[in-house]
């Protein structure tokens, strides 16, 4: 899909993937065989794939991606920290559980 949009847009420098990290994936691998700067170049994709994650932490041309914790989802989180909640997978770190769940 990326090759075919490169091949038809050879400026094209921002590709987001909708659904999945896996067509993110793809474009990068896709952007580098053509030989066109990483530094140049934004993708990002949706669901915090293992590979995205990893691409992302080496500096590749995947530069984000998001995902929704479905275990959250639904419930309000409420804390006294003002620090905001957040997931660091990156750095190696985790979602503070800070959320109390209410029925």
Known sequence: MAENALREHPN???????????????AA?????????RAEVYIGGMDGS?????????????????????DLLGYPCQTDDPRPLRADWLGGGYWRRTYRRSY
């Open 29 to 37: 691998r896709a952007f580098r065989n053509a030989g066109i700067d």
């Open 12 to 26: 094209l420098r921002i590709f987001i993937a909708g659904r999945t990290d896996d067509p993110g994936v793809g």
């Open 50 to 70: 293992e590979q995205a994650l990893v691409d992302i932490k080496k500096g590749t041309y995947y530069k984000a991606t998001a995902a929704i914790r479905l």
